[in-house]
């Protein structure tokens, strides 16, 4: 996905690696919810960095080795800059978009916890 195409309301691009981070939602079944958060606007109510918050999870998923890491916490939230590392532990795919409309992504073998996965679809099932 391209920078222009990076739009949707759970969109953020990241300069540094040059790619759309998109924020789903996956029930874990094989035609349950998936595709963008939408129950609650997350950025506005909760007042967060979209790209920070993202970029959170992101770094936490790969300094754990493709796992989720132990949330941090904020000592003192009004004296603390920035946002702890982990604080939001999220499962972390990485891949591009094979079939939006089913809502499919290929994955990339390459990335923390998908190793042996390139061109893999996630999520399984979903045909």
Not at 44 to 68: R, S
Not at 96 to 112: E, P
């Amino acid at each position: 996905m391209k920078q222009g195409e990076c739009t949707g309301t759970n969109n953020a691009w990241d300069a540094e690696r040059n790619w759309c981070i998109d924020m789903m939602g996956y029930d874990e079944t094989p035609r349950g919810t998936f595709g963008g958060i939408n129950d609650i606007d997350i950025w506005t109510d909760f007042e967060m960095g979209k790209l920070a918050t993202m970029k959170n999870a992101v770094d936490c998923w790969e300094a754990n080795g493709g796992k989720e890491g132990a949330p941090g916490t904020l000592t003192d939230p009004f004296k603390t800059p920035g946002i702890p590392p982990c604080f939001f532990a999220h499962v972390v795919r990485k891949g591009t978009w094979w079939s939006k409309d089913k809502g499919y992504i290929r994955m990339d073998g390459g990335f923390a916890g998908q190793s042996g996965q390139n061109n893999v679809a996630w999520p399984p099932g979903r045909d």
